[in-house]
């Protein structure tokens, strides 16, 4: 997650509840991403350590084991590989990823054109390979990305498979390490990712300024939930509305009971209940959602939050040495052997 400000309910949902669920499953590693940061943002780095905090209490807020978390700038191997794999990646394969014409477009006020951010999706392959995981959880809108992150990982194996000694395989096999490539390529563990509508409608996103926050006070949830636009079809109150045609709609399904859903479908399209009366029930459930996460998230110091990412760090550094002693080994970029 890039650390561009408090995160949201899109977020949340999208990505970090997902996440949660999966830390009791896999060994996990989850960061900040702040040097995706510099890679549109480079010109004003002044709010990148501030934005760092809020989304790691966010993370913590959310109930992720602290330990799972690191910042990436921290983690200087996460500078070491894009070199590398940078020095193997087609500049073709970069320019054809989608996002980069479209975030060129979108971001017009911005000068991108810059290696960095051509190469930002060599920083994420790393980012991801640095950990030789199974998987990346990602919603759909990253595929993409895992599927150019596979095809450098691919590239890298075929330059440089694992050199290794007579008979290593069985030990490698019985690590569970990988006997031939140095770099797996990881799966997408898809994670359902509902596209939560923001209160204008459109998608929940920071750019549109249509967010509700997860550090949201209640009254401010109400509020927002308010002005927020509903099922265009319902415009007097005797109007008989459909909760899939409508975003509020969309917040039910997501937070509600299957109770008060149900109580919304009928209520909605007998023309049985208001707009007004539905929101409130919707704030009701996004309350019931935030509130034990706001107060995980205010038992939290700023100073235990940088211990937390240090030692988080730490732990990632650990890891990624070991990968990248490995991609030193399979590329001989190592003084052994030099004099023979
Ligand atoms: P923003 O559009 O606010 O800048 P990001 O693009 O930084 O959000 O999104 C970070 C993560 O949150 C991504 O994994 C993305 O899929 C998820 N996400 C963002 N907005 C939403 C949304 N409205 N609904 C579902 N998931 C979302």
């Not at 990505?15 to 890679?39: G, M, P, R, S």
């Not at 477009?105 to 290696?115: F, G, I, Q, V, W």
């Not at 937070?255 to 859903?261: A, C, D, G, I």
């Not at 990632?316 to 040495?321: C, H, M």
């Amino acid at each position: 997650m890039r650390p561009t400000g408090k995160l949201h309910l899109g977020n949340f949902m999208g990505a970090l509840a997902n996440w949660v669920k999966l830390q009791d499953q896999y060994e996990c590693y989850f960061f900040i991403a702040d040097l995706h940061a510099l890679t549109t943002d480079y010109a004003d780095t002044s709010s990148i350590a501030s934005n760092t905090m809020e989304v790691a209490l966010d993370f913590l807020g959310a109930g992720l084991n602290p330990e799972t978390i690191f910042v990436q700038s921290q983690v200087k191997q996460h500078y070491e590989l894009p070199l590398l794999l940078g020095m193997i990646t087609p500049l073709g394969w970069l320019e054809r990823v989608p996002s980069y014409k479209e975030m060129i477009e979108n971001l017009a006020h911005k000068d991108l054109t810059t290696y960095g951010f051509l190469g930002y999706p060599v920083l994420m392959a790393s980012d991801i390979l640095l950990y030789q995981p199974q998987f990346v959880p990602v919603g759909q809108d990253q595929q993409a990305h895992v599927e150019l992150t596979r095809e450098i990982a691919r590239r890298f194996n075929q330059f440089y498979p694992r050199t290794r000694a007579k008979n290593a395989g069985d030990i490698l096999r019985a690590a569970q390490v990988d006997p031939h490539y140095v770099l797996p390529e990881p799966k997408v563990l898809l994670t359902p990712s509902p596209k939560l509508p923001g209160t204008d409608g459109r998608k929940m996103s920071k750019s549109y300024g249509n967010t509700i926050q997860m550090t949201d006070p209640e009254p401010v949830v109400r509020q927002k939930l308010k002005t927020m636009v509903t099922d265009p079809a319902r415009i007097r109150r005797t109007d008989k509305g459909d909760p899939d045609k409508c975003p509020v709609g969309d917040l039910h399904k997501v937070f509600s009971t299957p109770e008060t859903l149900a109580k919304v479908y009928d209520g909605c399209r007998s023309a049985g209940i208001g707009c007004i009366e539905c929101k409130g029930w919707a704030a009701d459930g996004l309350v019931q959602v935030l509130n034990p996460i706001q107060e995980r998230r205010a038992s939290f110091t700023e100073a235990q939050v940088v211990e937390i990412l240090h030692a988080g760090s730490a732990r990632a550094r650990k890891r990624a040495e070991q990968t990248m002693q490995e991609v030193h080994t399979a590329m001989q970029l190592t003084l052994t052997g030099a004099a023979s």
